[in-house]
């Protein structure tokens, strides 16, 4: 609770300044002057699309600037949503519901990846820690209210030692920092800060694993309804940019990994373990059944957004759980299925 008084501290500043200053974008016209988007430094599609350009195809030669932020979490983009900075954000979709439950004005429009071995919980190389319940007694970092922590959560209470570990909220450099002193035993992250400490780790579960027990996570992408609403095409053509993107790794995942590694500034082979360590969608999988649906007929997806906001109620990351209905209108595959039908124009 008092990590949430926090936060409701935080907003009513990010509030107050949004009051005091002028926007620093402005629109002219039927079109932004930019678009500010918000992402995370991990190998996607989005990633792809930032280090070939293919945003300028769509966007900068239209005379719409596209501007980038990265944020190390879903926290801190909520934040510039909440002050419209932002037009659209990556982020888990743990903060997803997070966004939904504080009514912040976004709404779901992407997957990037469904998570797999690309976030998992490592142990150093030489600990005795062999399993989940090994960690009885011990400090664990991660992320909180992120997609790692929602996984972590559920291995230690499958485990039986949810009551006796120690968690520890910290943010991605702070882990890789705390691990390189000793001062945790085990951390949940993905990459490539997974990557970072597994030099000197090995993975004892990961997402994959629990996604098999039902546990799914995902990334996403949050548009600003503002946005969306006024420029319906123009969010079409942010969806058609990420596609495009995703195409050029299923075409050639060597050819994508060696894109998102020149993004990262790190190296292919590193990058090529961390995508192969995901499911990419297509589009047309993003609109199937079995994620989110069309905008006649809900997906699977819309049952594991609400039951993520029963966890995050229950651990106090929120302080209201968002209806079923709440969490339909959320998800709206409408400029998925937009940018399917201008493709095919």
């Not at 920092?177 to 597994?198: H, K, M, S």
């Amino acid at each position: 609770m008092k990590r949430f008084l926090t936060l409701i501290v935080m907003v009513a500043v990010v509030i107050s300044l949004a009051a005091c200053g002028p926007t620093q974008k402005t629109e002219t016209g039927d079109q932004p002057q930019a678009v500010n988007v918000g992402i995370l430094r991990v190998p996607n599609d989005e990633m792809i699309a930032k280090t070939e350009n293919l945003f300028q195809k769509y966007f900068q030669d239209q005379g719409i600037e596209v501007n980038f932020v990265v944020f190390d979490s879903g926290v801190d983009a909520n934040k510039a949503f909440l002050s419209g900075d932002i037009d659209f954000a990556s982020m888990g979709h743990t903060n997803g519901v997070v966004a939904l439950a504080q009514g912040l004005p976004v709404e779901l429009v992407w997957i990037h990846e469904v998570l797999g071995e690309i976030e998992a919980l490592a142990v150093k190389e030489d600990s005795d820690i062999q399993a989940v319940e090994d960690l009885a007694g011990k400090k664990v970092a991660t992320v909180f209210a992120s997609t790692s922590h929602y996984s972590l959560l559920h291995a230690l209470r499958e485990a039986g030692v949810e009551d006796q570990v120690t968690l520890l909220d910290m943010k991605t450099p702070d882990i890789v920092a705390a691990w390189e002193r000793g001062d945790i035993e085990a951390a949940y992250t993905w990459q490539p800060t997974l990557g970072e400490i597994l030099q000197s780790g090995r993975v004892i579960m990961d997402s994959k694993r629990m996604a098999e027990k039902g546990v799914i996570t995902a990334n996403i992408v949050l548009g600003r309804k503002g946005f969306l609403e006024q420029y319906p095409d123009l969010a079409a053509d942010f969806i058609t940019v990420l596609t495009e993107a995703g195409d050029i790794y299923r075409a050639d995942p060597a050819k994508g990994a060696e894109i998102t590694a020149k993004g990262l500034d790190i190296s292919p082979e590193i990058t090529s373990v961390q995508m192969a360590g995901s499911r990419w969608l297509t589009a047309e999988e993003e609109i199937s059944p079995e994620f989110l649906g069309t905008s006649e007929a809900r997906g699977a997806f819309a049952d594991v957004f609400y039951s993520t906001g029963e966890f995050l109620l229950e651990q106090k990351h929120i302080d209201r759980l968002p209806s079923k209905e709440e969490v339909d209108a959320f998800i709206n595959p409408a400029y998925i299925e937009r940018s399917i039908q201008r493709s095919a124009e």
